[in-house]
């Protein structure tokens, strides 16, 4: 039934019980940590299922990264989906498309909220509720391409002026590839296990695309990885910066050695990522002589 083909979809994109018994994971937290913002003025209760994301990574802080958001997916019937997400402007939040193609598929109500703010995927920060979202044109059923699993989410309200929130950049040329000069760049996201765990980083090297043969995706919007402190498993969503730019953001893949992330300044995606922003005004100059 469809029922149980989106759970078994999202059981095996965002939760396993040998995850939770990750022999490195830390202890639960005992830290009594204060209710989140909820930004229509009510408390939001704390829900204590969470996912995976990276693996070996260093604790981090918010403040060092104040871009990285989790969209969180309350479907009825089903447990709560935690996702992470990238804010780009004042408004909107780009992320992983596939839970979203599954929604509407399957025509199914969720409450879709996005977390800001807070070092926590479950707790802290501002919470905002959402006014739309909009998934890539190419990423529709059946072939669900990897290299356009993408989308953005429209909230309520700004994150402007929140503590620790900020829009992140968007790279406009691809990181190239070099075996004299490897490039070294971060991805953000929350480690495996159960428990309260923190924002953490792992850094990745670019390499040859052809090291990603393995996964069979057309490389056009793709860019091959491998971990050099880490690794990400099932982060989709998560970014991937160089510098101070958003270069690409993890697909829902799960690799000790290699991985393909979609790279923003690929043309498809940088021109639906323009297509979403909101547009620069221009302000009216009024000639001299007229005034």
Not at 4 to 12: G, K, P, Q, S
Not at 176 to 194: A, D, E, K, Y
Not at 238 to 257: A, H, M, R
Request: proline letters at 5%.
């Amino acid at each position: 039934s469809v029922k149980l083909i989106l759970l078994a979809v999202l059981f095996c994109a965002y939760s396993s019980k040998a995850l939770d018994e990750d022999p490195d994971s830390e202890a639960e937290s005992t830290v009594n940590l204060p209710e989140e913002v909820h930004q229509n003025g009510t408390n939001n209760q704390l829900d204590t299922k969470r996912a995976g994301r990276i693996y070996g990574g260093a604790t981090v802080s918010i403040a060092d990264y104040p871009y990285v958001a989790t969209v969180t997916f309350n479907i009825p019937s089903y447990p709560l989906v935690y996702q992470t997400g990238v804010i780009i402007s004042d408004t909107h939040v780009v992320t992983g498309a596939e839970t979203f193609a599954i929604i509407v598929s399957n025509n199914l109500t969720a409450v879709i909220q996005v977390r800001a703010g807070s070092d926590y995927q479950d707790q802290n920060g501002f919470i905002f509720e959402t006014a739309d979202f909009k998934i890539h044109d190419q990423y529709v059923s059946p072939s669900y391409l990897p290299g356009y699993n993408m989308a953005v989410v429209t909230i309520k309200g700004s994150f402007s002026g929140k503590a620790n929130v900020k829009p992140i950049a968007l790279a406009t040329s691809p990181i190239g590839v070099s075996t004299s000069n490897i490039v070294n760049f971060v991805s953000l996201g929350w480690p495996l296990g159960g428990g309260s765990k923190l924002l953490s980083r792992i850094i990745m090297k670019l390499v040859s695309n052809d090291c990603c043969s393995s996964f069979n995706c057309s490389m056009l919007t793709l860019q091959c990885s491998a971990g050099v402190q880490g690794f990400s498993c099932r982060g989709g969503g998560s970014p991937v910066v160089c510098g101070n730019t958003l270069c690409g953001i993890q697909l829902n893949l799960c690799d000790f050695s290699f991985s393909p992330f979609i790279t923003v300044p690929a043309a498809s995606i940088s021109t639906f990522l323009a297509s979403v922003q909101p547009k620069e005004k221009k302000l009216f100059k009024c000639p001299c002589n007229s005034c």
